[in-house]
């Protein structure tokens, strides 16, 4: 079973469109409007779609409240917000090959992105900020897990003290523009 969309709020929608039409190079397929449920003063809600891939892959939303009660109370940033490190919660996009992947990294440093690079051993990864404060990556598999690797994520799962992995070195990409 595969994920149909992944639902988050904005605050600010024209800089999240640009981001994710722009820097992401998602496409947007739908926009709807809708009343604020229990709004008392006729508030409502764009709820705006976009194609994470060319396929009908799955589809990336954001929600742009427009509601009184809400105006400066809500925050965006998903791991900061709640007081974690940035990097728990955020949102990864398949890079299904080595040449999307660095087309993507590409892609990024041209918009002025600051972008993470990491190797994973099973994948390797490329990441950076939204205007919503999110940490998003674009991620290639390497190779398989092999059958020891899903035994051991079994135990290491049930541990209350797993070994712990060695930290991986980190690249730090800078554009060469001004954002």
């Not at 940033?77 to 490190?85: K, M, V």
């Not at 728990?88 to 892609?107: I, K, S, V």
């Not at 990556?137 to 992995?165: I, W, Y």
């Amino acid at each position: 079973m595969g994920v149909h969309h992944i639902a988050l709020a904005t605050g600010d929608m024209a800089a999240t469109h640009r981001f994710y039409t722009q820097v992401m190079g998602f496409r947007l397929v739908k926009v709807m409007a809708v009343p604020y449920e229990g709004s008392r003063d006729g508030g409502w809600a764009r709820h705006a779609f976009y194609r994470t891939s060319a396929s009908d892959g799955p589809l990336l939303a954001f929600w742009d409240p427009h509601e009184a009660t809400l105006e400066g109370r809500f925050r965006t940033d998903l791991s900061t917000g709640l007081g974690l490190p940035v990097w728990m919660n955020h949102l990864a996009f398949d890079a299904p090959t080595a040449e999307f992947y660095g087309q993507m990294l590409a892609r990024w440093l041209s918009h002025g992105m600051e972008v993470t690079e990491m190797d994973h051993d099973f994948c390797r990864s490329i990441y950076t900020m939204d205007p919503n404060g999110i940490m998003v990556e674009f991620c290639q598999t390497l190779r398989g897990f092999s059958a020891e690797e899903v035994a051991d994520a079994e135990r290491a799962l049930l541990d209350p003290m797993p070994p712990l992995e060695l930290p991986r070195p980190v690249i730090v990409h800078r554009p060469q523009v001004r954002r």
